[in-house]
């Protein structure tokens, strides 16, 4: 066993940099005069969100990855890397074990080859499956009932065990649902096929595009339909780097990260309607299998331990950031 002290020279290697969430802690990390250099394979990333030096590597390749992580000599990673559509991993599980399970398997033999011991990951509500008990605690029961979802477990398994058997220090962050955009309207989400409600509703704003559905409107909750907790993608970096201070200080942790807040698909809709000042148009259609009616987070670590607290929580704040770089996508890239 090595239970060395942290390198603290070094750039930070941020894998899957170049996707949503990834871009806005990479962004935190260079504002915090932390030096990053991407991995990506820029199967759903994209280059123009990111100004940092760039690798592009698949992590299922063992042999690409240790040769960057060689060649970088990383102090610690930040792993984003995945594929990470519930659905889809019901039709493709090969595909999502394949990435998720076998390139964080990659990845951390690889830091542990280069002795880079120290690993922010993410991961997601998802592990919990159907909550027992709402808000969900950071401590509530791992049943996750997607190939998604036990992917992600499998990895946080992983992890836990290279932390007890080598040291390692891992912060595993389950988030709720991202949302947002950077302030300046420069970087954002660019998912296609886009799965998430906030895009999925702002386009149905948009002359001739299709309406968005809402899955099920006889749910237990005030108004019939599923509450999420949207959480700012600036405050999912902003928790980041916090985590990264904590397991480079104090040793690994897992937590939740979510705004203690949910908001209807009705809310949100009423939302970008106030916010765009434009009719959403949308149907309603059946419950999606496997959608539990509630997920809100009830942890406490990241407030109380890491000192977190979410600047953007206001849905309408969020949806005024995603709007603002959601139409800089339709005007050449500059924010309106
Ligand atoms: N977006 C959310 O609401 C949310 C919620 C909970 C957890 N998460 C987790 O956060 C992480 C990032 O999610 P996101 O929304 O930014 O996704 P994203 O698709 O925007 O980003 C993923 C990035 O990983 C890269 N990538 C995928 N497979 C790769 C591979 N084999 N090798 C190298 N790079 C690869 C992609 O090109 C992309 O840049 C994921 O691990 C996801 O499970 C996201």
């Known amino acids: 066993m090595d239970f060395a002290k942290p390198i603290r020279s070094g750039p930070v290697l941020v894998t899957g940099g170049a996707g949503y969430v990834g871009s806005h802690a990479v962004r935190c990390l260079q504002a915090n005069d932390i030096d990053v250099v991407v991995v990506d394979n820029l199967s759903t990333g994209f280059e123009r969100l990111i100004s940092a030096p760039l690798e ?3 992590l299922r390749d063992k042999e690409g990855l240790f040769d960057v992580m060689r060649r970088h000599k990383p ?7 995945a594929r990470c559509y519930v659905g889809e991993s019901v039709r493709d599980p090969l595909g999502y074990y394949e990435t998720n399970v076998i390139g964080a398997w990659n990845l ?14 993410s991961s997601t509500c998802a592990v919990y499956g159907v909550p027992q008990s709402l808000p969900i ?4 029961s791992r049943r996750p009932i997607s190939p998604y979802g036990r992917s992600k477990l499998a990895v946080e398994f992983l992890a836990e065990d290279f932390s007890r058997a080598y040291g390692f220090r891992v912060g595993r962050l389950r988030y709720f649902n991202a949302a947002g ?17 906030i895009p999925l509703v702002m386009r149905a704003t948009q002359p001739g595009a299709q309406p968005f559905t809402i899955y099920g409107t006889d749910y ?18 902003d928790a980041h780097l916090l985590a990264l201070k904590r397991c480079e200080d104090h040793g690994g942790f897992a937590c939740n990260l979510g705004t203690g807040r949910g908001f209807s698909v009705r809310e949100v809709i009423s939302s970008v309607e106030r916010v765009t000042g434009l009719h959403v148009s949308y149907r309603t259609g059946d419950r999606r299998e496997g959608d539990p009616p509630i997920l809100v987070s009830g942890g406490r670590f990241a407030g109380d331990v890491l ?3 979410p600047k953007r929580a206001e849905l309408d704040r969020i949806v005024e950031d995603a709007w603002r770089f959601e ?10």
Do not use: N
């Open 220 to 237: 237990d909750t005030p108004d019939g339909t599923c509450i999420r907790d949207y959480v700012h993608v600036e405050d999912l970096a």
């Open 327 to 336: 139409q800089t996508q339709t005007s050449g890239g500059k924010a309106p």
């Open 56 to 58: 592009v590597c698949d």
């Open 75 to 81: 102090r610690a990673v930040m792993h984003f890397a």
């Open 181 to 197: 955009a950077s302030q300046d309207a420069s970087i954002g989400e660019l998912h296609e096929p886009e799965t998430h409600v």
């Open 307 to 309: 000192g977190w607290r």
């Open 137 to 140: 605690p950071d401590d509530h």
């Open 108 to 121: 951390l033999s690889c830091m542990k080859e280069v002795r880079c011991q120290t690993l922010v990951m």
